[in-house]
């Protein structure tokens, strides 16, 4: 279990990494900000909304490390939670389609799932050794 919090814990970290360095690069060289949030607000409130997403895709990475007994954080761990971290801005973007947030985060949890299960089926403990 607690492989399995370190485990997600870095992944919610990785996953914020390639979000904020958007959000900096897009709030404060590029200064597109909010007139109401001022440019240091616009960064805060994406930076939440990412974090719910990454904590998201945290819990998920953790119910398939507790399944499958993951006990490393390996490469295809880490190549999935930066990739993970960089199609986020996409989902957002269709966020139209969905009817509810709740629906979104629903989505978004099945696609970690998916996107993970590969990684975290690598990087599992043999059962006979």
Not at 7 to 25: D, N
Not at 68 to 95: A, D, E, K, N, R
């Amino acid at each position: 279990m607690l492989n399995a919090i370190k485990i997600a814990l870095l992944s919610f970290l990785l996953f914020l990494c390639p979000m904020s360095l958007f959000q900096g690069y897009q709030v404060f060289i590029l200064e597109s900000c909010d007139p109401k949030f001022g440019c240091v607000g616009t960064f805060q409130l994406g930076l939440l909304i990412s974090s719910l997403f990454g904590l998201v895709s945290s819990l998920s990475l953790m119910a398939l490390s507790l399944r499958f007994h993951t006990v490393t954080f390996s490469w295809p761990i880490i190549f999935t939670s930066l990739f993970l971290g960089s199609i986020y801005q996409s989902v957002i973007l269709t966020s139209g389609v969905f009817h509810s947030d709740i629906s979104m985060a629903i989505a978004w949890f099945i696609l970690c799932l998916i996107m993970y299960a590969p990684a975290v089926w690598w990087s599992r403990k043999p059962l006979v050794e």
